[in-house]
């Protein structure tokens, strides 16, 4: 990747803009309504498409899922990755069956342009309009990468900006004979695939079988077509998390030092399960997890697409069946490149840029030298309350990325008026170059400030 393809990305995405009433994004305005509240802090990273951009370690994971997708099926699945990421609040969460009242839609969690679009959460947002896209393609498998925005926490593992992929793939429902065995030597071919790899331990978990449980088959689907579905979708999964770790452990076992070269031919035993879950657009629905530095990790969320979706994408009633994923491609990156800040895969720094420059595949990430982390407390009085998010984005907004972390370390109400104290601690550091302690108090009295204006908090010396 050339320095200034990324500056140009920069550049381009600057002109993205919040103003008192209009918000412009990719050369769209939009005009502000209460519902808004997208910072420049946040639409700034529009455009930027790390997924894209050549050798990225996003990219990269990518790449190696889109590949062990493909192996699957005779017909390359369709690539969907420039999918705008202003979408309608109806493609993000009413035609996917989400209750008005879920948690994701409030304000606190979900960035809303006005009150008809917002910065996608996900990448399920685009399922029904792909379903649509499907009837007139003749192709039934697709993948979309994409940014996806979300409030939320800082720390070394969230940024409020990530990428995500999802996979989907339909099947038109017939009950001949014919019909499942084309399923199932797609699925016998998944299965000779896996044998190849000699160190997997997989724990499955069925579906419920209870007729009226949240995650037992869709009542128009039989038995047999949700079991081999299944199957179809998992086998699809598990090769995909087998590759990319497979490719982690051989290439960090053929790198590491000379003097352990007992442990070079060790590869590490792939360990997997999977859970049951719920999303509101699948039945049944699972995530699959996998054993990683002593604790299972949640990598992605499947299920059965529920005939919801299809309804809404046009399709005569309970004509299709099919499954989807979303699996987040920034955790995976971090993981297996054991990159140890989020903050550094938007870096523009030649020193993290130079080390995936003209290299495939995926290997271990050397941190540079990090500049120290400098604490600051700041403890306020409330009048109303304010949502943890709401406080995180307004530190985002006054420090960008020179915030690496930040939490709640103490809060009390005083039980005769009512008011509330919260004490938060941030710690600050600049990944590319060193903050000085008058730097930090600089930018910490910036927050203060700002907490007074935005929340009339009123600040504890
Ligand atoms: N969109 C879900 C998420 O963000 C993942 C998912 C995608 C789950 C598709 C099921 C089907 O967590």
Same mark, same amino acid.
């Given at each position: 990747?050339?320095?200034?393809? #990324?500056? &140009?990305? $920069?550049? /381009?995405?600057?002109?993205?803009?919040?103003?008192?009433? !209009?918000?412009?994004?990719? *050369? %769209?305005?939009?005009?502000?309504?209460?519902?808004?509240? #997208?910072? &420049?802090? $946040?639409? /700034?990273?529009?455009?930027?498409?790390?997924?894209?951009? !050549?050798?990225?370690?996003? *990219? %990269?994971?990518?790449?190696?899922?889109?590949?062990?997708?493909?192996?699957?099926?005779?017909?390359?699945?369709?690539?969907?990755?420039?999918?705008?990421?202003?979408?309608s609040?109806?493609? %993000?969460?009413?035609?996917?069956?989400?209750?008005?009242?879920?948690?994701?839609?409030?304000?606190?969690?979900?960035?809303?342009?006005?009150?008809?679009?917002?910065?996608?959460?996900?990448?399920?947002?685009?399922?029904?309009?792909?379903?649509?896209?499907?009837?007139?393609?003749?192709?039934?498998?697709?993948?979309?990468?994409?940014?996806?925005?979300?409030?939320?926490?800082?720390?070394?593992?969230?940024?409020?900006?990530?990428?995500?992929?999802?996979?989907?793939?339909?099947?038109?429902?017939?009950?001949?004979?014919?019909?499942?065995?084309?399923?199932?030597?797609?699925?016998?071919?998944?299965?000779?695939?896996?044998?190849?790899?000699?160190?997997?331990?997989?724990?499955?978990?069925?579906?419920?079988?209870?007729?009226?449980?949240?995650?037992?088959?869709?009542?128009?689907?039989?038995?047999?077509?949700?079991?081999?579905?299944?199957?179809h979708?998992?086998?699809?999964?598990?090769?995909?998390?087998?590759?990319?770790?497979?490719?982690r452990?051989?290439?960090?076992?053929?790198?590491?030092?000379?003097?352990?070269?007992?442990?070079?031919?060790?590869?590490?035993?792939?360990?997997?399960?999977?859970?049951?879950?719920?999303?509101p657009?699948?039945?049944?629905?699972?995530?699959?997890?996998?054993?990683?530095?002593?604790?299972?990790?949640?990598?992605?969320?499947?299920?059965l697409?529920?005939?919801?979706?299809?309804?809404?994408?046009?399709?005569?009633k309970?004509?299709?069946?099919?499954?989807?994923?979303?699996?987040?491609?920034?955790?995976?990156?971090?993981l297996?490149?054991?990159?140890?800040?989020?903050?550094?895969?938007?870096?523009?720094?030649?020193?993290?840029?130079?080390?995936?420059?003209?290299?495939?595949?995926?290997?271990?990430?050397?941190?540079?030298?990090?500049?120290?982390?400098?604490?600051?407390?700041?403890?306020?009085?409330?009048?109303?309350?304010?949502?943890?998010?709401?406080?995180?984005?307004?530190?985002r907004?006054?420090?960008?990325?020179?915030?690496?972390?930040?939490?709640?370390?103490?809060?009390?109400?005083?039980?005769?008026?009512?008011?509330?104290?919260?004490?938060?601690?941030?710690?600050?550091?600049?990944?590319?170059?060193?903050?000085?302690?008058?730097?930090?108090?600089?930018?910490?009295?910036?927050?203060?400030?700002?907490?007074?204006?935005q929340?009339?908090?009123?600040?504890?010396?």
């Amino acid at each position: 990747m050339s320095h200034t393809k #990324v500056s &140009n990305q $920069i550049l /381009k995405s600057i002109q993205n803009t919040v103003n008192n009433n !209009k918000i412009n994004i990719l *050369n %769209n305005v939009y005009n502000k309504t209460d519902l808004s509240n #997208v910072t &420049n802090n $946040i639409i /700034k990273h529009v455009g930027r498409n790390l997924h894209l951009q !050549k050798n990225h370690p996003i *990219n %990269n994971i990518r790449e190696i899922i889109e590949k062990s997708i493909d192996s699957t099926s005779s017909k390359p699945f369709i690539k969907y990755n420039d999918l705008t990421p202003v979408v309608s609040i109806k493609q %993000n969460f009413d035609d996917l069956g989400f209750p008005k009242n879920h948690p994701g839609r409030s304000k606190s969690d979900t960035y809303y342009i006005n009150d008809t679009y917002l910065l996608r959460t996900h990448t399920s947002a685009h399922e029904v309009e792909c379903f649509q896209k499907m009837q007139t393609l003749q192709n039934n498998g697709y993948l979309i990468s994409a940014d996806v925005y979300r409030r939320d926490e800082i720390d070394k593992s969230h940024y409020p900006v990530f990428y995500q992929m999802e996979g989907s793939k339909t099947w038109a429902r017939d009950n001949s004979k014919k019909f499942f065995n084309k399923i199932q030597t797609e699925i016998d071919n998944m299965k000779k695939q896996l044998s190849t790899f000699q160190n997997l331990s997989i724990e499955d978990v069925d579906y419920t079988h209870e007729p009226e449980s949240v995650n037992c088959k869709q009542s128009h689907m039989t038995d047999e077509e949700t079991s081999i579905l299944i199957s179809h979708m998992k086998r699809t999964l598990e090769l995909v998390v087998a590759n990319l770790f497979m490719q982690r452990y051989k290439n960090y076992a053929s790198t590491s030092s000379k003097s352990n070269k007992k442990d070079e031919e060790v590869i590490p035993e792939i360990k997997m399960r999977w859970i049951e879950a719920y999303f509101p657009w699948t039945q049944p629905s699972f995530e699959i997890e996998v054993f990683f530095n002593g604790e299972w990790l949640e990598i992605c969320g499947c299920g059965l697409v529920r005939e919801l979706a299809y309804k809404n994408a046009g399709f005569p009633k309970e004509t299709q069946m099919g499954w989807a994923f979303g699996i987040g491609l920034d955790r995976m990156a971090m993981l297996l490149y054991d990159i140890p800040d989020i903050r550094l895969l938007w870096s523009t720094d030649e020193r993290f840029l130079k080390q995936f420059r003209d290299k495939e595949g995926i290997f271990k990430f050397k941190p540079f030298s990090t500049h120290a982390v400098m604490s600051r407390d700041v403890s306020f009085w409330l009048n109303t309350p304010v949502h943890l998010n709401d406080f995180m984005e307004l530190v985002r907004e006054e420090l960008g990325d020179m915030v690496e972390s930040c939490s709640l370390v103490d809060e009390f109400v005083n039980p005769k008026t009512g008011r509330k104290s919260q004490c938060f601690r941030i710690n600050y550091q600049h990944l590319d170059r060193n903050l000085t302690n008058e730097d930090v108090n600089e930018l910490h009295k910036g927050v203060e400030k700002k907490l007074i204006e935005q929340f009339g908090a009123e600040i504890r010396n």
